[in-house]
């Protein structure tokens, strides 16, 4: 069975369900502030940048083995260079 996706969007929704899993895999690990859409993300600007014509089951399967480790140190570097400022106002 193929499946075609005519956006990211689309590609996003289909596999919401393995990017929870994921998320919840991760919460359990102790990296509690990860989030589905940081996952996302991740594989979107690291793993798949280049990428093309894609399965299905290998996008599945880069979520689910995606290393804790990798995403932990990409979340970091993307929240230095954002320079996130508290604001009392």
Same mark, same amino acid.
């Given at each position: 069975m193929d499946f075609e996706f005519s956006t990211k969007?689309?590609?996003?929704?289909r596999v919401r369900?393995? =990017? $929870?899993? @994921?998320?919840?895999?991760?919460?359990?690990?102790?990296y509690t502030?990860?989030?589905?859409?940081?996952?996302?993300?991740?594989?979107?600007? =690291? $793993?798949? @940048?280049?990428?093309?014509n894609l399965m299905l089951s290998d996008i599945v399967n880069d979520i689910m083995h995606l290393n804790e480790k990798k995403i932990d140190e990409y979340l970091k570097n993307k929240m230095t260079r954002s320079g996130r400022n508290k604001y009392f106002n």
């Open positions: 969007e689309e590609l996003f929704t369900p393995a =990017l $929870k899993a @994921k998320e919840v895999e991760l919460h359990r690990l102790g502030y990860i989030k589905d859409i940081d996952i996302w993300n991740y594989l979107i600007e =690291l $793993k798949w @940048k280049s990428s093309k």
